[in-house]
């Protein structure tokens, strides 16, 4: 089945203890990028990646690492999380830019306390 | 930079009635989607309209796409309480590689 997973699905952390978030996708797809969705503000792109090596930032990178080593998975990486960085992340894959349907993984709660 | 409104942003609405989403952008773009988010769960592609003038439908739902008016709406027709949902159109943002800037998202609810 095609489709795009990311681990944990939830997550309740502390102030600055480090934490990744991955996320695979089995398609073959070259472009995969990471939102966050909070209420009232819909979601927003945090960091992308058009392939392997090949990363940039988003609308929202403060606060974000990401590494795209193997074309599957895109591991979203806080070094140091917030409280403010308490959402609900997407990663999303499509097949090669963004301006192809983009789809979605299951969705990862973090807390941060 | 790109602004994408939604309104409503809450809709309340009966089994059986019509209803319009609207959805517009502020620069220009030659797509658009519509995504359907249930409470808890991922986002599900519902339209993509690649095109001026471009209509698509599924089931009650119907999307069109004016690029000139720079407005998409999203047609509910004969509302059943299996289409409460959330609901978001997104536009590629030029930035980002082409990534995604979403509305707010509409939160429908469908009463019986």
């Known amino acids: 089945e095609a489709q795009v997973t990311q681990n944990p699905r939830y997550l309740i952390t502390v102030t600055g203890k480090k934490l990744t978030v991955t996320c695979s996708q089995n398609m073959n797809h070259e472009y995969m990028s990471w939102y966050r969705q909070d209420p009232g503000l819909g979601l927003r792109q945090i960091y992308y990646?058009?392939?392997?090596?090949?990363?940039d930032k988003g609308d929202v990178p403060e606060g974000y690492k990401v590494s795209r080593k193997e074309k599957r998975n895109f591991p979203l990486i806080l070094e140091s999380p917030s409280p403010n960085q308490t959402s609900l992340y997407f990663c999303a894959s499509s097949p090669r830019t963004g301006r192809y349907e983009q789809y979605f993984g299951p969705g990862t709660r973090l807390t941060v306390t | 930079e790109l602004k994408v409104e939604q309104n409503p942003l809450f809709l309340s609405m009966q089994e059986g009635k019509n209803y319009t989403i609207y959805c517009n952008y502020s620069t220009t773009s030659d797509r658009l989607y519509w995504y359907r988010q249930d409470p808890g769960k991922s986002l599900e592609s519902l339209f993509v309209l690649l095109s001026n003038g471009a209509v698509k439908q599924e089931g009650r739902l119907m999307a069109s796409l004016d690029t000139k008016a720079r407005l998409s709406t999203l047609h509910i027709t004969a509302a059943v309480h299996d289409l409460s949902a959330t609901y978001f159109c997104?536009?590629?943002?030029?930035?980002?590689?082409?990534?995604?800037?979403f509305g707010k998202g509409t939160h429908l609810i469908i009463q019986p």
């Open positions: 997104a536009v590629n943002s030029g930035g980002g590689a082409d990534g995604l800037t």
């Open positions: 990646s058009m392939n392997v090596e090949v990363t």
